[in-house]
Every structure is written in structure tokens, then in C-alpha cells.
């Protein structure tokens, strides 16, 4: 292996990485904070990358507002989504079973309502920024290497919403102990909503990256969504930095699975390596207890 | 089962008999066999899923190795329609011990995200071996179902429908004894009370594998016959509005009801079939019909049928 190919994979580790975190953040903050997985996580994506191309492109006003339109739109959808499709549910014995059947057809509602109301043909987004940027003697474009830089920051708002301010602390409170969390009076319903609209919003972002690397389609979330379901279970949702770490290796171990044995193989060996965790250490790899 | 049920089961199997010679038309035919094949596959997922209390989300993955198992075995490996039906149905059962392994430490969501990966990986292998499988273009042209002298498509249809026919009959037979046996005694035992059945001396993981491998194998025929019928074998076999489709039968029925799964086929393939010119529109319709069922009806149709006439 050449030093220009060990290059070209770090380099494309840490864009997928960027991604996967940003979208794995999101489905680990509603699973810890409501216990169960949100199959229609892929879709905020769509919504998001589908709202900022219609502010951007299709109305022409700049990517900025549509950035904002974008995010805005996913966080309100996300928590209606909580609202109709969870929430109702919370107090049922069977509520992880019922959870995943209602987000999964949330998810299909949210993808025809996407093809209704733009199409099947393929979009794309302008990018972040033009041009190319050269790492390390590696070419990539400006818009990957925007990315690559402002993931650690919007990791870092996060972190500081979560830990660091009252409403994080609540709903870091409700994620922990749902009863205690009630009898001090904090607003459960508006918390899990909130935990919605936060990785809603989280995912519109992954899904702006992912819109101008390729071609947005009603069903682009699909796959990213995958993606995020192996490194939450990777790295567990004990802990904020559990999915984060969990994100860049995968995204290392998909970049070096795609030089080494090809672009057909890679999502064999994700799932392999999902299925092997799960029988290993299905608290994940920097879990603590499991919830 | 009481008289008034077997006169009920008799009345219904007579009628769905006569159906193709009262009404000659193919086309119904044709929905009538896709129903009969969704109701064996939604009622052994009912099984595992709703008996077993085992969320298996690899379900729809037993049925497409079904689907590919017949496609491989009579395209490539030159075997004969009928073995290659009945191989849907060990291989899809040797893929339910398989998925039963890492089943049986797991508890909850754990279980629906291990089973889930695994269905994606069987998806995946099938998409990536496209010199075997047609990759994302699936194969066609399989072989048919011969009698001698005769081929079952002839007659409108006719041997298919009464074939599909007889494997509901036979797998909802099946269910039904499964589930009145001590087996599925003690696989409802450990579904409600898991601790208590252990204690009771009733092993988690034989019954695990028990209830997954007997879920998996009219599952798999399923898949053979449905590939027999098409002549293709698709990707799509593993996709989510055949998913959702599915889970909507399920939850229609209701859980732990075998039959109820079996009548919410027959009127939901048709739903489906008589939409198809609604696009979008009738994902969207399946879409919030299970939302509303699970939010209004939480036992089923079935059960909610069942407490009006009782």
C-alpha cells in the first residue's frame, strides 16, 4: 500500500466519519433518552437535504437560509413525529416493538411525501464552498473538507447543550430516570420532543453534507441511516463520546474495506461487524450498563 | 377448536374452493394466490413474533431465501421445481437456527436491530453476488411448476391457486398445533413471564430456536412458491413495503391469532392490488392505516371483532 492510498483513505475516513457522527448523534440522543430506535432518523435527512434545496436552489435564495429553512423544518417535523408516532405509546409494555412498526411507517410517509412533492429525479445541493483542497497530498473538494472541519463544532455545540445548560441537563435527567424526572416537576412530553427535534435537526445537517456529494433522492436517507444503526450500536449510548468515536472508526473500517476488498463487499462487512458486536458486547464498545 | 370454529374454517375453505369456478377471471385469481402466499408468510411471522414474543425483524429475509434458494437451485444448479420448494423451506429454516444464535442473549430492542442487520446482510450478499443472483437486476425466466402433462399456469391460473390454496391450508394447520402443543404452551409461558418459565424448567434458548425454526419453514416455501409463480427472483423481496405490507397484515390480524394474520391478508393484498394506480398515495395509505390500527386497535381487528360477537 502506497503512502498516496494511505492518505486518500484517512482522508475519506474522516469525511464518512463526519457524517456518520453527525447522523449517529442524533439516533443516540432519542434512543437514550426514550429507549427506543427511530427508523424514520433517515428521512429528517431527506426532509432536510429536500428543504434546502427548495430554499436554495429551487426559490434562489443562497444556501444560508436554506441551511436555516433546512434545519428549522426537520426540527418541527421531528417533533411532531415524537408526538404522533411515539409518545402516544411510551407507557406500553410492547412499546419497542410498536415504536420501531410506527417509525418505520412514518419513515415511508415522510419518503412519498418527499416524491409527491418533488419527484423522483435526482437533485443535488450547491456545496459549502468551491474548489479543491489539497490535504496531505490528497485532492478534496472544499465542500468535504468544510465538512470534515465544522463536524468537531457542531459535536462541541452539542456536547455543551447536553452538559452544560439547564434543558440539557433536563433531558439528560429524563433520558436517566423517567419517574424521579417527573416528580421534580420537568415536562416530559415537551423533553422527548425536544430530544426529536434535536437529532432531527442533527440529521437535516447530514443531510445537506450528503446533497451536494451526491444526488439526493427520496430514498437517500436509507442508507445513511444504516450507516449511523452500526456505529450507535458500535459505540453505545452510554456516554456522548460512545457513537462519536464510534463514528470515525467506522467510517476508517468502511474506507479501508472499500480500498482493500471493494465497493460490493463494504456493507456485508459493516452488518457482520454489527452482528458480531451485538453477540459480543451488545452494551457497545464504550458502554457502561445498558439501558 | 370448538364446533362453531371448524364450521367456520370449513364454510370459509369451501368457498375460497368453489371461488375460481363461481368467478373465472384470472386477475383474481392472481390476488387470491399472492394473498394466500402473504397469509402463510404473515401468520408464521405470528409465531415467532407474536406466540414467541421474539421481535424478529429477519422474517422478510427467511422468505427471499425462499425467493433466491428456488431461483439458484432450478436455474443454476439444475434441480427439479418441486425439491427446490421444498429446499426454500430447510434453507430458510438453517437461516433461522443461524439468526437464533446471536437471538439468544439478546432481549428487546437488541434483538430487533441483530435481526434487522442480519436481514440487510443476506440482502446485501444477494445484491453483491450478481454472477449467481443478477444482483440488483434479480433473475427471471425461473422454471415453473409441471405435473406431468400438465403445467400448473394453464387454466387461468387454476393448479397455482389451488397450490397456494393447500400451503395455507397445511401451514395454518401446522401453527395450530404448534401452538396448542406443550411447545407452544411453553413459548407463550416464556413470553409472558420469562423468569418464571425459566424457573419452571423451560430452556430460553431450545425454545428460541424451536420457535424461529419452525416460523422459518413454510416461510421459505412460501418464498419458493411465490418465485415459482412470478418466474423472478428481485431485491425487492426484501424491501420495506413488502415490510410494511406485512407488518400492516400482522397488526391488522393482530398478534397470537393465526387467523386473524390470515384474514387480514386476504383483505389487505386486495386493498393493495387495488390501489396500485394511487402511487405514492397508497404507501402513504398502508403507512397511516398501521399507525391508526396501533394507536386505535392495539389487539387487531381480530380481537376487536372477536369482543363485539362475544
Not at chain 1, 10 to 25: D, N
Not at chain 1, 42 to 56: D, E, H, K, N, S
Not at chain 1, 102 to 121: D, H, K, P, Q, Y
Not at chain 2, 57 to 67: K, Y
Request: proline share 4%; with cysteine.
Amino acid at each position: 500500500m502506497s503512502g498516496d492510498a494511505l492518505v486518500t483513505i484517512a482522508v475519506s475516513a474522516l469525511v464518512l466519519g463526519s457524517l456518520y457522527a453527525v447522523m449517529a448523534l442524533g439516533l443516540a440522543v432519542v434512543w437514550s433518552s426514550l429507549g427506543i430506535f427511530n427508523f424514520a432518523h433517515g428521512l429528517f435527512m431527506t426532509l432536510g437535504a429536500y428543504v434546502a434545496w427548495q430554499v436554495a436552489a429551487g426559490a434562489g435564495w443562497g444556501l444560508w437560509p436554506g441551511i436555516v429553512a433546512a434545519v428549522a423544518a426537520a426540527m418541527a417535523v421531528g417533533a411532531v413525529a415524537c408526538e404522533l408516532l411515539v409518545r402516544p405509546f411510551l407507557g406500553r409494555k410492547d412499546v419497542v416493538l410498536v415504536a420501531v412498526i410506527t417509525t418505520l411507517a412514518g419513515a415511508t410517509l415522510i419518503e412519498n411525501g418527499v416524491l409527491l412533492a418533488w419527484g423522483g429525479r435526482p437533485k443535488q445541493l450547491p456545496p459549502l464552498a468551491t474548489g479543491t483542497v489539497n490535504l496531505f497530498g490528497a485532492a478534496l473538494s472544499a465542500h468535504e473538507a468544510v465538512i470534515v472541519a465544522i463536524t468537531p463544532l457542531i459535536l462541541l455545540a452539542v456536547w455543551l447543550f447536553l452538559g452544560r445548560t439547564r434543558l440539557g441537563a433536563a433531558l439528560r435527567a429524563v433520558a436517566q430516570n423517567h419517574e424521579a424526572a417527573l416528580l421534580m416537576g420537568l415536562p416530559a412530553a415537551r423533553l422527548y420532543a425536544l430530544a426529536f427535534a434535536l437529532a432531527a435537526g442533527l440529521a437535516a445537517i447530514a443531510g445537506i453534507f450528503l446533497g451536494a456529494i451526491r444526488f439526493m433522492s427520496p430514498a437517500m436517507g436509507g442508507d445513511p441511516l444504516l450507516k449511523a444503526m452500526v456505529v450507535v450500536i458500535f459505540g453505545g449510548v452510554a456516554r456522548f463520546a460512545g457513537p462519536v468515536v464510534a463514528a470515525y472508526l467506522i467510517g476508517l473500517i468502511e474506507a479501508v474495506s472499500t480500498y482493500a476488498i471493494g465497493l460490493y463487499w463494504t456493507p456485508s462487512v459493516l452488518f457482520l461487524f454489527m452482528i458480531g458486536t451485538l453477540m459480543l458486547r451488545p452494551q457497545g464498545l464504550f458502554g457502561g450498563a445498558r439501558r | 377448536m370448538t364446533r362453531r370454529g371448524v364450521v367456520i374454517g370449513l364454510a370459509a375453505l369451501g368457498l375460497l374452493a368453489a371461488l375460481p369456478f363461481v368467478f373465472p377471471v384470472p386477475y383474481l385469481r392472481h390476488i387470491f394466490i399472492l394473498a394466500f402466499i402473504y397469509a402463510v408468510v404473515a401468520s408464521n411471522w405470528d409465531l415467532s413474533l407474536g406466540y414467541g414474543g421474539i421481535f424478529n425483524f429477519a422474517h422478510v429475509a427467511f422468505f427471499s431465501i425462499g425467493v433466491y434458494g428456488y431461483g439458484i437451485l432450478t436455474k443454476l444448479a439444475g434441480w427439479s421445481p418441486w425439491a427446490a420448494l421444498a429446499a426454500g423451506g430447510v434453507l430458510a429454516t438453517l437461516a433461522a437456527v443461524l439468526v437464533a444464535i446471536p437471538v439468544l442473549r439478546l432481549s428487546g430492542i437488541y434483538i430487533i436491530l441483530v435481526t434487522f442487520a442480519f436481514a440487510q446482510l443476506v440482502l446485501q450478499l444477494v445484491v453483491s453476488q450478481s454472477g449467481l443472483t443478477g444482483g440488483m437486476m434479480g433473475m427471471v425466466g425461473l422454471p415453473t411448476f409441471q405435473i406431468p402433462g400438465y403445467n400448473l399456469a394453464r387454466d387461468g391460473k387454476l393448479g397455482y391457486y389451488f397450490g397456494a390454496l393447500a400451503l395455507l391450508v397445511v401451514s395454518t394447520a401446522f401453527l395450530r398445533a404448534f401452538v396448542g402443543s406443550r411447545l407452544g404452551l411453553a413459548i407463550r409461558a416464556l413470553r409472558d413471564d420469562p423468569d418464571y418459565a425459566a424457573a419452571r424448567g423451560i430452556s430460553v434458548a431450545r425454545q428460541r430456536i424451536l420457535t424461529l425454526a419452525a416460523s422459518a419453514f413454510f416461510t421459505g416455501v412460501a418464498g419458493a412458491y411465490y418465485a415459482a409463480y412470478l418466474r423472478i427472483a428481485s431485491p425487492d423481496a426484501f424491501g420495506v413495503s413488502l415490510l410494511s405490507l406485512l407488518l400492516s397484515i400482522l397488526l391488522l390480524g393482530g398478534l397470537a391469532s393465526i387467523y386473524g394474520p390470515v384474514v387480514a391478508a386476504l383483505v389487505l393484498t386486495f386493498l393493495s392490488e387495488a390501489s396500485v394506480d394511487l402511487g405514492p398515495w397508497r404507501h402513504i395509505a398502508i403507512a397511516v392505516v398501521i399507525i391508526v390500527v396501533v394507536r386505535i386497535w392495539p389487539g387487531g381487528l381480530w380481537s376487536a371483532l372477536r369482543r363485539l360477537s362475544s
